[in-house]
């Protein structure tokens, strides 16, 4: 016996079976960002009074390069999860939900890579 109704049978309402997966994404992310936003806070305090030569030699080393483009790709992806279920709790037209969920995807995938470039750039 089920619980829904013929009609959300007959129109596939329910379930998509794939929250759970999102919520490790958006935990997982969390996790990653604890230890990266720490070393980056602390790595910054400690180049207060630096010049800008000492910064780019800094964030063009490897070990900080790659942690960098780490932090860059956990933010971003995290941000895009997070906004993804705020619009899908408040949006309630379809088409704008979709639109919504698009847009902030795009713009998160677009901006991580500018950055993301943009350290690389300081690599070379």
Same mark, same amino acid.
């Given at each position: 016996m089920s619980l829904r109704s013929p009609l959300a049978r007959v129109r596939h309402l329910g379930s998509a079976h794939d929250g759970t997966a999102h919520w490790w994404a958006q935990? +997982?992310?969390? +996790?990653?960002l604890v230890p990266l936003v720490l070393w980056f806070v602390i790595s910054v305090i400690s180049l207060i009074g630096s010049d800008y030569e000492s910064f780019v030699d800094w964030a063009g080393s490897p070990v900080s390069g790659a942690l960098l483009v780490l932090l860059i790709g956990a933010t971003f992806w995290h941000a895009a999860l997070g906004l993804q279920v705020v619009i899908e709790d408040y949006v309630h037209r379809e088409g704008c939900k979709l639109a919504s969920v698009l847009l902030v995807k795009?713009?998160?995938l677009l901006l991580g890579a500018i950055a993301a470039l943009s350290?690389?750039?300081?690599m070379v």
């Open positions: 935990r +997982l992310t969390a +996790l990653a795009g713009a998160c350290v690389l750039s300081l």
